[in-house]
């Protein structure tokens, strides 16, 4: 079974003016099919080949890069473009609103935290929001395509929010100023989606 790039669940220019087209045409197209690709070379023959991709990074040998890096870039990128949205911004509400409250205090300093996490990762990497078994959430950022369902990595738990701080995702409209991208990225957060995920994964 090979893994197939997911389809962008709106078009190329949904996002703007928060994310621009073109950005969003080669993030997707090249980058994203890029580690697809590489995926699957990496695992064809292996036992890894029927397995999900989360049985795969869940059960990672970290040392092995090939599936490591590129595992890792599928899923990270097939969850985020779907928690992204043209109809996307405001509030979550419901079960996951409550958990942000109990974690984090309120829905702002969740904001201020996950924020944080995204401009402070140094290099390339990633912001998350973690939900673990009981439906406790948290937030920590990885290098690279790491993602907190590989073995001592992050937060652990199953991300349900993420945020791609590599600058291939902002350089074309941001330049080096990934404070004002991350700021962006509130105007599209689909939280039926990262609400969906919560339901999910608690």
Known sequence: MSFELPK???????????IDAKTMEIHHDKHHQGYTDKLNGAIKGTDKENKS???????LDMDNKAVRNNGGGFYNHSL???VMSPKGGG??????AKAIDDAFGSFDAFKEKFSDAAKTQ?????AWLCVHKGG?????STPNQDNP???????????????????????????????DYVGAFWNVINWDEVSANYAKNK
């Open 122 to 126: 140094f290099g390339s990497g990633w």
């Open 136 to 140: 406790k959430v948290e937030v920590c």
């Open 8 to 18: 962008l669940p709106y078009a190329f220019d949904a996002l703007e003016p928060n």
């Open 91 to 96: 509030k979550p509400s419901g079960d996951v």
């Open 80 to 82: 985020f473009w779907k």
């Open 149 to 179: 369902l590989m073995p001592k990595v992050g937060c652990g738990g199953t991300p349900i929010l993420g945020l791609d701080v590599w600058e291939h995702a902002y350089y074309l409209k941001y330049q080096n100023k990934r404070p």
């Open 53 to 59: 991709i989360e049985d795969i990074l869940k059960n």
